[in-house]
């Protein structure tokens, strides 16, 4: 292998690892497309992200006004029970992804900004069915620091 196409291939590597570098077609929806999700939304230090179900994509939350106290008190009330940081609430929600590309702070290092615009169904347990990869979400906020 030539020494370029090393170089591209490390730099992309590292872009990947770090989050922001997803391509359109990793995406469960094209961009602005009004779409359903399920998963889990953590809220802690310099986080807010959902993680859809059975996947690794990982994207910032960008909940209505209205509930953003009631589902960021969630997640924290159970990270307290559980003893951990991040811990997931179950959301069903109605949205749009958006590209974190141009995003500035830590919505940039997601795969994408999931714009929710309601919400049907919360609830503070994972169903079993709802897996979620092990992922350290907090080291992509970390990654801006």
Request: charged fraction near 20%; charge should be neutral; proline fraction near 6%.
């Amino acid at each position: 292998m030539n020494k370029i196409v090393k170089s591209v291939a490390l730099s992309c590597s590292a872009i990947l690892l770090g989050g922001g570098c997803t391509s359109m077609s990793d995406l469960p929806v094209a961009y602005n497309q009004l779409a359903r999700f399920v998963g889990g939304y953590s809220y802690g230090h310099e986080v807010q992200s959902f993680q859809p179900c059975n996947s690794s994509l990982a994207y910032w939350a960008v909940l209505p006004s209205s509930e953003v106290e009631r589902l960021n008190a969630l997640s924290l009330q159970k990270a307290k029970q559980e003893g951990r940081p991040y811990q997931p609430v179950y959301l069903e929600v109605t949205g749009m992804l958006q590209p974190s590309a141009e995003a500035e702070g830590f919505a940039a290092n997601y795969d994408a900004i999931l714009k929710v615009e309601k919400i049907s169904k919360v609830s503070k347990t994972l169903p079993k069915l709802c897996g979620q990869p092990d992922r350290e979400v907090q080291e992509r906020a970390g990654a801006e620091s």
